[in-house]
């Protein structure tokens, strides 16, 4: 969350944080999306606890690099009054179909659908029922765009989904494969006069960081592994792109092995999260 570089033991982060919540103690499976918005949950709240309240937006960490503002506009259908409201995120969580439908776009025999394909569906327009505060219709269009950009784009794959077997909840997923990106576009999913974060003058493609891995067939079953991108250093001849990380192992990979260790294919069917960051104007 620093320009340090320095290293965080996440043997560490977890002590910190299972004092704090009771479901991540001990040595079970848990959902690693809820553990890192907990991460960042409790970083929030020890900075409120501790530094002025003025000074919370512009030294907490969370806020200056997870944090946006969508904004929701409701359109009645029958009159086509309007109305809004605002939310905070710190994520967003993208739904990853379990058949070969995203939305009313049929997908071809082996078309493999991208992180912009999702991105894009959750931001496009989509019906609802609401009831309109002026002529009583009972049906709405919601459009939602970041009134905000974050610096660092969380996104979610929600590949789980609860199904009823023999008068029970079972939680299911599905391991349809992703197009891993190296670059995400947003300008379609942004406000006019959108906010961006400090130290950036125009809005530009996101840069994938980072994806996890879930390898398994349930949330509390399986295994997780990140693939990282790794920071070139000027005016050095390394060749190392990005590293695989499997709990204490780590693998270097070479530019010239990407398309075949980090976009493969057990990866695009097991992407989890994704972090994708837009750099300074002085940067990249």
């Not at 009313?104 to 309109?132: A, G, Q, V, W, Y």
């Not at 494969?177 to 130290?199: T, Y």
């Amino acid at each position: 969350l620093t320009s340090t570089k320095v290293e965080v033991s996440p043997k560490n982060l977890k002590e910190i944080l299972e004092d704090h919540h009771q479901a991540f103690q001990g040595f079970n499976q848990e959902d690693a999306h809820e553990f890192f918005m907990c991460i960042l949950e409790r970083i929030q709240s020890d900075l409120i606890s501790s530094l002025d309240p003025t000074l919370i937006t512009s030294l907490s960490p969370v806020e200056n690099n997870f944090s946006g503002l969508f904004v929701y506009t409701y359109t009645c259908e029958q009159c086509s009054h309007q109305t809004q409201r605002t939310e905070s995120f710190r994520e967003i969580g993208l739904a990853v179909p379990r058949d070969k439908l995203l939305g009313d776009r049929k997908l071809k025999r082996n078309e493999l659908l991208t992180i912009s394909d999702l991105f894009n569906f959750h931001f496009s327009p989509h019906n609802i029922e609401r009831r309109c505060a002026v002529c009583d219709f009972g049906f709405s269009t919601c459009q939602i765009l970041m009134k905000q950009v974050p610096r660092v784009l969380c996104l979610q794959f929600k590949r789980f989904y609860h199904e009823f077997a023999n008068n029970n909840v079972v939680i299911k997923k599905t391991s349809n494969q992703i197009k891993i990106e190296d670059e995400l576009s947003v300008a379609s999913a942004c406000a006019d006069n959108v906010i961006l974060p400090s130290g950036v003058k125009e809005l530009r493609p996101f840069g994938l960081k980072s994806f996890l891995n879930h390898r398994g067939t349930t949330i509390r079953r399986g295994h997780y592994t990140t693939c990282a991108k790794v920071d070139k250093v000027p005016d050095c001849n390394d060749k190392i792109s990005w590293k695989i990380i499997n709990d204490t192992l780590t693998k270097s990979v070479e530019e010239d092995e990407v398309d075949a260790e980090i976009f493969r294919r057990e990866h695009r069917r097991d992407i989890y999260l994704a972090f994708f960051e837009l750099e300074n104007d002085n940067e990249g």
